[in-house]
């Protein structure tokens, strides 16, 4: 069964969208430049126009003059409006009270904006009241992925891959840490200076970690990674070019045939979203447990046991750790197991789950290709104390994981599925692996895109007689490398 995973529209990758737009780099010099965002890490290919700078600083004024009127209209907010009563508010009713408060406001103090000054302002306020502050446009912005602040007045955003700088900026120190406070707190935890970071999750599912002064020299350090609601398909990866048809028939033959695999790939790569991905060929029928350290997987099936591991509390008790997650996991009778990272003493019962009986069992690991993501395993193996000599972790690792999927974010933004390989057993101390399928970069384009295609090796799959048993009878032209063009 060769199922095709046909391109159903011509809709481009957003990788590649949005790194015209990014790529272009043109100086934020349009009327809307509060919310223009500069790319800063993208580096851009041209010189900026003379004009630029001047353009720039004279932005940089209007923000901190808005960033100051924000701040005094904020002030005279929470001396006007019942705070008591601004839960029970509606959103609209809420927005005229605040509305009509700033018009007071502005006329008082003098200061004249202009309609759209005034309503970002409105806006800005009612997130400050409402919400998350400055981080609102980012949080309803379906672009971004990744928010990662350092101190009040850097916020850099992640857009279809590339990192840039945004406008947006806090007030000052006490504003990101009240943020910062607001959203812990929510959660029951607590940082300050003795407890100095903390893994949260915001209203909406998005991840969240925060580190403050003094441990954070320069200010308090943000980094959020962006709850999708719609998580990215296995048609929508195709589509986005992160990997092939063929590949996807390949893994799909994989995950229904209960190979053991394992995700590995860089940060913010893309790894829980194709782990999100490969669970989707799981077989409805199937009882899953999944144990993540922030509950992330947005699996489809119906019969899920999800559990999400939990830090020690501020008297240092209570914590209840992936290894504690996965030990109770055996006892539930699931068919598989998902661990969304595996980077502590949870390895050795996840390779134990995987050598007996919940084949079909998957997790990520952090690392650069199927190598490492073993020599990370066998360290892993070596730092929980248990006692096994390098052997016989190999031979544990190459008899519990099957198939190893490498994922990497390119310098050019966009996500590839760069490696498929299978361990194939050990040859002496060895782990033997072949590469079925991979990514060959050729060079880079003028546009700064990265020049590359995927390709079969040339290997025909080890499993091969498996996914035949199974009812997965993979052409063998999968598997055929393409002549070059
Ligand atoms: N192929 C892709 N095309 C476009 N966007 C993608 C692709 N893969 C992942 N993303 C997006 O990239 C971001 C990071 O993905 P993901 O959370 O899967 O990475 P990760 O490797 O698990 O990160 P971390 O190391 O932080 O756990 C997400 O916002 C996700 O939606
Ligand atoms: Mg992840």
């Not at 029970?88 to 003098?110: C, F, H, N, P, Y």
């Not at 971004?144 to 007045?153: C, F, M, Q, R, W």
Request: proline share 3%.
């Amino acid at each position: 069964m060769f199922k095709r995973y046909s391109k159903t529209s011509s809709t481009q990758a957003p990788n590649d969208a949005k790194l015209t737009e990014v790529g272009a780099s043109t100086p934020a010099t349009t009327e809307n430049a509060v919310k223009v965002e500069k790319p800063a890490l993208a580096i851009p290919k041209k010189a900026p126009a003379p004009t630029a700078t001047a353009e720039l600083s004279k932005d940089e004024k209007r923000r901190a003059r808005l960033i100051d009127i924000r701040m005094q209209m904020h002030k005279r907010l929470l001396e006007t409006l019942n705070l008591a009563a601004i839960d029970k508010a509606s959103e609209a009713d809420l927005r005229r009270e605040i509305s009509a408060v700033t018009q007071d406001g502005l006329q008082e103090m003098g200061i004249v904006l202009n309609k759209a000054e005034r309503d970002e302002l409105v806006q800005e306020l009612v997130d400050e009241v409402t919400g998350l502050g400055p981080l609102e446009p980012l949080l309803r912005d379906e672009d971004v992925n990744d928010i990662l602040i350092n101190g009040h007045k850097q916020v850099f955003v992640e857009r279809a891959g590339i990192l840039s700088l945004s406008d947006i900026r806090f007030a000052d120190e006490k504003h990101l840490l009240r943020v910062i406070d607001k959203i812990v707190s929510a959660v029951g935890r607590r940082v300050d200076e003795s407890n100095p970071y903390v893994d949260a999750r915001l209203k909406d599912g998005s991840r969240f970690n925060a580190m403050v002064p003094p441990v954070a020299v320069d200010g308090a350090l943000v980094s959020i990674r962006k709850f999708k609601k719609e998580k990215l398909s296995i048609d929508k990866l195709v589509n986005f070019d992160a990997f092939t048809e063929e590949m996807a028939a390949y893994l799909q033959a994989a995950v229904a045939t209960r190979l053991n695999i394992i995700v590995s790939g860089g940060t913010g790569s893309g790894k829980t979203t194709t782990l999100n991905a490969l669970s989707s060929f799981i077989d409805n029928n199937e009882r899953i447990a999944t144990i993540e350290d922030t509950a992330e997987l947005q699996l489809q099936q119906t019969h899920l046991a999800r559990m999400e591991s939990r830090p020690a509390n501020v008297e240092g008790t209570g914590a209840v750790t992936q290894e504690d997650c996965l030990r109770n996991a055996l006892r539930m009778r699931p068919d598989r197991i998902i661990v969304g990272e595996t980077r502590g003493n949870e390895v050795i019962d996840m390779l134990q789950a995987m050598n007996t009986g919940h084949d079909g069992s998957m997790t990520t690991i952090h690392a650069n290709n199927a190598r490492d993501a073993v020599a990370r395993l066998e360290n892993m193996i070596a730092m929980t104390g248990v006692e096994l000599p390098i052997s016989a972790s190999r031979a544990q690792i190459a008899s519990a994981v099957n198939l190893i999927v490498q994922v990497k974010r390119l310098q050019d933004g966009s996500r590839r599925m760069t490696s498929i390989t299978e361990i194939v057993g050990m040859e002496g101390e060895i782990i033997s692996m072949q590469e079925i399928f991979k990514y060959e970069i050729y060079g880079t384009l003028d546009n700064g895109k990265i020049d590359g295609a995927f390709t079969p090796t040339g290997m025909r799959s080890s499993y091969s007689d498996r996914f035949k048993q199974w009812g997965y009878d993979l052409p063998t032209s999968i598997y055929t490398k393409k002549a070059a063009q």
